[in-house]
C-alpha cells in the first residue's frame, strides 16, 4: 500500500493510518486552543497528543481529519472551560489563518468545516431520522431511506479589479472604517465562475469587467466555503455602491493602499500582492 501523498505535511483522508503518535486540532466555539510557551507565546497549530491529553476530559467528540506530519490528525471540540487548562492559549481563527503556512490553512480549514458540517446534519433531510457517522467514510448516513449526506463545499468567486495602476478596495458594512478588500460573493445555483464575477462585480459596484484570469483556490472556514481567487480588468472607473453589500469603494494606485488589508496567506491579500508586483513591474 502506498503511503499517503502529503503536501507540505498535510493529506485530507477520513481513514486513520494507525500511526504510533497522533496530533490534535483543539477548537472551541469556533476558537483554536494551542499549545503555549511563556517564553515565545502560542505554539504549532496541531497538539501533540502526549500534550493534549489533560483536554481529553474536556472533549465533547473527535473526527480525523487525515495525517499531518506523516502522523494521524484529529480534530477535537472541547467545551469552554478547557480555555483554563494551563500550556494552553485560546486563538481567534482569523488571526490563526493570518500568519499561518499554506499546509496549516489547510489543516484548519478542514477541521473547522468538518465539525461544522456533522453538527448542521444531525438529520436525514427527506425523512427526517437522525443521521449516523459513517465507519468507512467523511459521511453521515441514513439508515431509514439509506441516503449519504457528504461534507458541503460552497464554492465562491473573489477578485482584484483593477484599471490601469489601481485596484478596486471596498468595503462591507459591517466591517469598521478602515478595514477594506476585493469583491467576493457565492456562486449561484447554474452559473460559472466567470457568470459569477461578471454579476457580482456589476451588482455591488456597477461596473462590467474583462480579461478574466484565473490566480489560485482556498479553501474558507466561514464556515464551508472554496474560495476561487481572479484578476479582471474594468471597462469603466466609475463606481455606483449598491449600498447593501458594500458600503464604501474607491480605486486605491498600487503604492497608495487601505490602511487594513488582508495578509498574503488569505486569497484576497494574494490577489493584492500580485497587482502590486504587477503594477511595479509595468509602472515602475
Given at each position: 500500500?502506498?503511503?499517503?501523498?502529503?503536501?507540505?505535511?498535510?493529506?485530507?483522508?477520513?481513514?486513520?493510518?494507525?500511526s504510533t503518535n497522533?496530533?490534535?486540532?483543539?477548537?472551541?466555539?469556533?476558537?483554536?486552543?494551542?499549545?503555549?510557551?511563556?517564553?515565545?507565546?502560542?505554539?504549532?497549530?496541531?497538539?501533540?497528543?502526549?500534550?493534549?491529553?489533560?483536554?481529553?476530559?474536556?472533549?465533547?467528540?473527535?473526527?480525523?481529519?487525515?495525517?499531518?506530519?506523516?502522523?494521524?490528525?484529529?480534530?477535537?471540540?472541547?467545551?469552554?472551560?478547557?480555555?483554563?487548562?494551563?500550556?494552553?492559549?485560546?486563538?481567534?481563527?482569523?488571526?490563526?489563518?493570518?500568519?499561518?503556512?499554506?499546509?496549516?490553512?489547510?489543516?484548519?480549514c478542514r477541521a473547522?468545516?468538518?465539525?461544522?458540517?456533522?453538527?448542521?446534519?444531525?438529520?436525514?433531510?427527506?425523512?427526517?431520522?437522525?443521521?449516523?457517522?459513517?465507519?468507512?467514510?467523511?459521511?453521515?448516513?441514513?439508515?431509514?431511506?439509506?441516503?449519504?449526506?457528504?461534507?458541503?463545499?460552497?464554492?465562491?468567486?473573489?477578485?482584484?479589479?483593477?484599471?490601469?495602476?489601481?485596484?478596486?478596495?471596498?468595503?462591507?458594512?459591517?466591517?469598521?472604517?478602515?478595514?477594506?478588500?476585493?469583491?467576493?460573493?457565492?456562486?449561484?445555483?447554474?452559473?460559472?465562475?466567470?457568470?459569477?464575477?461578471?454579476?457580482?462585480?456589476?451588482?455591488?459596484?456597477?461596473?462590467?469587467?474583462?480579461?478574466?484570469?484565473?490566480?489560485?483556490?482556498?479553501?474558507?472556514?466561514?464556515?464551508?466555503?472554496?474560495?476561487?481567487?481572479?484578476?479582471?480588468?474594468?471597462?469603466?472607473?466609475?463606481?455606483?455602491?449598491?449600498?447593501?453589500?458594500?458600503?464604501?469603494?474607491?480605486?486605491?494606485?498600487?503604492?497608495?493602499?487601505?490602511?487594513?488589508?488582508?495578509?498574503?496567506?488569505?486569497?484576497?491579500?494574494?490577489?493584492?500582492?500580485?497587482?502590486?508586483?504587477?503594477?511595479?513591474?509595468?509602472?515602475?
Open positions: 500500500m502506498l503511503a499517503p501523498l502529503q503536501l507540505n505535511g498535510f493529506y485530507a483522508s477520513s481513514k486513520a493510518i494507525g497522533k496530533w490534535v486540532v483543539a477548537v472551541i466555539d469556533g476558537d483554536l486552543l494551542i499549545a503555549s510557551d511563556n517564553s515565545v507565546g502560542a505554539g504549532p497549530i496541531a497538539i501533540d497528543i502526549g500534550q493534549a491529553d489533560s483536554l481529553n476530559f474536556f472533549r465533547e467528540r473527535s473526527i480525523c481529519v487525515g495525517q499531518w506530519q506523516d502522523s494521524d490528525c484529529e480534530v477535537w471540540e472541547l467545551i469552554p472551560e478547557a480555555a483554563a487548562i494551563d500550556g494552553f492559549t485560546r486563538v481567534e481563527l482569523r488571526s490563526v489563518l493570518a500568519g499561518s503556512s499554506d499546509a496549516e490553512f489547510s489543516l484548519i473547522l468545516q468538518l465539525l461544522d458540517w456533522e453538527v448542521k446534519h444531525k438529520y436525514c433531510g427527506s425523512c427526517g431520522q437522525p443521521n449516523l457517522v459513517s465507519e468507512t467514510d467523511h459521511a453521515l448516513q441514513c439508515h431509514s431511506c439509506d441516503i449519504q449526506q457528504y461534507p458541503r463545499i460552497s464554492p465562491c468567486v473573489i477578485v482584484a479589479v483593477i484599471k490601469d495602476d489601481k485596484c478596486l478596495f471596498a468595503r462591507h458594512p459591517s466591517w469598521p472604517a478602515n478595514r477594506f478588500s476585493t469583491l467576493a460573493g457565492f456562486i449561484e445555483a447554474g452559473e460559472s465562475a466567470e457568470q459569477a464575477l461578471h454579476r457580482e462585480v456589476f451588482e455591488e459596484v456597477g461596473i462590467e469587467i474583462e480579461n478574466i484570469r484565473y490566480v489560485g483556490s482556498q479553501a474558507w472556514p466561514y464556515p464551508g466555503q472554496l474560495m476561487l481567487g481572479y484578476m479582471a480588468e474594468a471597462k469603466t472607473d466609475v463606481i455606483k455602491i449598491d449600498g447593501v453589500e458594500i458600503a464604501e469603494a474607491n480605486w486605491h494606485r498600487y503604492d497608495q493602499l487601505p490602511d487594513v488589508f488582508a495578509p498574503p496567506t488569505i486569497m484576497a491579500g494574494r490577489l493584492i500582492e500580485q497587482f502590486v508586483m504587477e503594477s511595479k513591474a509595468k509602472y515602475g
